[in-house]
């Protein structure tokens, strides 16, 4: 009986800190958010409204009937880039792998891997500095380049803001996969 009681003790002295630290790091976090997006909170833990209120679903009927449907702008945007990790990174990593693995490429083999994994370790901020320099900017290469074979070109993301965002997300974390 005894062997029995030390191993359930064992057992709950070796899960219990990985259960204090889900959670205090995801279990208490979501369902206070979750509580917080039912009442007027709006943000700010010391000047914040100190009168706090329960408005229930009231804000969840604002985001999905807005006029300016930016609710729906930002899940159209999040689900581009879910398909670009999905349908981009995952399939050019494993190729990638694949020819870097079978050693397709004969000599300089340890290079391309770190040029391949590389983006993941530029800090974010500077890679999207070098991609407004290089690509996306007023006065990129990119943009003088295009000015060669037309003069009078202009360069606007307008029409579909989220492309180069798409590429540079594709480039800075296939890498990872």
């Known amino acids: 009986m005894t062997i029995q009681r030390d191993k359930r003790l064992s057992y709950a002295v070796l899960v219990l800190p990985a259960l204090i630290i889900y959670l205090a790091v995801v ?12 009442t007027n909170y709006n943000g700010g833990l ?6 706090i209120q329960f408005v229930g679903f009231k804000s969840y009927i604002w985001m999905f009937t807005e006029p300016s449907r930016n609710f729906y702008t930002a ?10 990790s999905v349908f981009g990174q995952i399939p050019l990593g494993f190729i ?17 891997q770190t040029m391949i994994y590389l983006p993941n370790v530029i800090s974010p901020i500077i890679i999207g500095v070098l991609f407004n320099a290089i690509i996306y900017g007023r ?3 990119l943009m003088e380049v ?18 180069p965002v798409l590429i540079v997300i594709l480039w800075m974390f296939t890498g990872f996969t």
């Open 27 to 38: 279990a208490f976090p979501t369902i206070f958010s979750i509580l917080l997006s039912l």
């Open 146 to 163: 295009r000015r060669m074979f037309n003069p009078n070109a202009v360069f606007t993301l307008n029409t579909a803001p989220m492309v």
């Open 96 to 112: 990638l792998a694949y020819i870097l693995s079978r050693k397709l490429i004969k000599h300089g083999n340890s290079l391309f």
């Open 75 to 84: 899940l159209g945007n999040n689900m581009l880039i879910v398909a670009v």
């Open 46 to 51: 010391i000047f914040g409204n100190p009168d």
């Open 139 to 141: 006065n990129s290469v």
